[in-house]
């Protein structure tokens, strides 16, 4: 029989060295990490060593120059191996905006410094407790004043904001209803969190039910240089909807990791325990939520590389990488359900690590974006349907 859990087709030498890194970071690393909503500094540490953060980095600024697929290889494996990429991946993707939309003096001032992971560029600050999904009403407004912008508002569940040297912030700069379009008006800076902290920048930890090291962040009176405005004033909220394709395959890339690690975890149980004087494998009540959620992971994971694929050749992957998101969210979830009914009570274990995953794999049916939106998506933009909101 062939591998199944592991379906090595695309970038085989990187997954094999991802998983190598992976064994150095086991179960207990993660459990304590949990226990005291930790930052996996060494995990990253030794991901960046490796060049992985800068993946999708060109070379010609310090980066490894890969395609998407590469970094999804990446990030799927990390997953799969029972380590979580929460704590990094964004450093993978919110470059794109700057890559693609900033001068190159930013690129030269930042990209190599990202790409050696030198400069942590892993906090997005686009979320905020009023407007919630309904991006374009979000508050937060910064104003010109000569050569700087002066930034009052608040994000909320901006993750990593305490371990970030960076934050890509969409703010707006034009007043609400002053705007000729509804998705004009708001701009993307680059903030320099490091200086702006104690001067008008406030971070608050919350406290959630996994480790994400998500926080709430105040503006009062914050100064940017104008300098660090990325592309055209008023064209932010279209620089932050062009990297969310990438964001969405990479994420779902995680889910997929997710799920295969759920799965070989419930194989490996259902197949050793004993009760009845027989497997618990041999009852199909047992064998076929594991074979169920496998299946959907697998139609998942074929998505998300056609996803990659069409991004890689410059082809519109909106569909694909919604679906793809979305699916790979609900087949990691049915394959932790499967999971942990598997294992009766030891599932509830904390040294089994399961309960641990099955909190952090929930998040993805809601962040970056939830189940109800891409529904939403799909059928207004890809069936045609009215709009709903
Ligand atoms: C742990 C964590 C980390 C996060 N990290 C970041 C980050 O780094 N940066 C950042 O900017 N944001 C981040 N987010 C925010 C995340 O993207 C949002 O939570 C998510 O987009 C949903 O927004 P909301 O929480 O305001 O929900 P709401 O917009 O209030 O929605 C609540 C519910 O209503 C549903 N809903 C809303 N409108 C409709 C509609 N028209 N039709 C049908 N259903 C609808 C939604 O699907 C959702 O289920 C994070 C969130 C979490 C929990």
Known sequence: MDQPLMTIDLHPEIREEVKKLCAKFPGEYWRKLDQVRGYPT??????????????????????????????????????????????????????????????????????????????????????????????????TFARREGDHYVVNGQKVWTSRAEHSDLMLLLARTTPRGEEKKKTDGLSTFIVDMKAALGNGLTIRPIRTMMNHNSCEVFFDNMIVPAENLVGEEGKGFRYILDGMNAERLLIASESIGDAKWFTAKSVAYAN??????????????????????????????????????????????????????????????????????????????????????????????????????????????????????
């Open 272 to 389: 050793e325990r004993r009760v009845f004087g027989r497997p618990i494998g041999q009852n199909q009540g047992i064998q076929f939520p594991i074979a169920k959620a496998y299946a959907q992971m697998r139609a998942a994971e074929l998505l998300v590389r056609e996803g990659c694929r069409k991004f890689e050749a410059g082809e519109h992957c909106g569909e694909e990488a919604n679906v793809a998101k979305m699916l790979a969210a609900d087949a990691a979830w049915a394959a932790a359900e499967a999971c942990i009914q598997t294992h009766g009570g030891f599932g509830f274990a904390e040294e089994y690590d399961i309960e641990r995953k099955f909190r952090e794999t929930r998040l993805y049916q809601v962040a970056p974006i939830s189940t109800n939106l891409i529904l939403s998506y799909v059928a207004e933009h890809v069936l045609g349907m009215p709009r709903s909101y």
């Open 42 to 139: 060494e995990f990253i540490n030794a991901l960046t060593e490796a060049g992985y953060l800068g993946a999708l980095i060109p070379e010609e600024y310090g980066g490894a120059g890969l395609p998407l697929s590469a970094t999804s290889a990446i990030l799927e494996t990390i997953h799969a191996e029972g380590c979580n990429a929460a704590a990094c991946h964004a450093q993978m993707y919110i470059m794109g905006a700057i890559l693609k939309h900033g001068s190159e003096e930013q690129k030269r001032k930042y990209l190599p410094g990202i790409a050696t992971g030198q400069l942590r560029l892993q906090a997005f600050g686009v979320t905020e407790p009023t407007s919630g999904t309904d991006t374009t009403s979000l508050r």
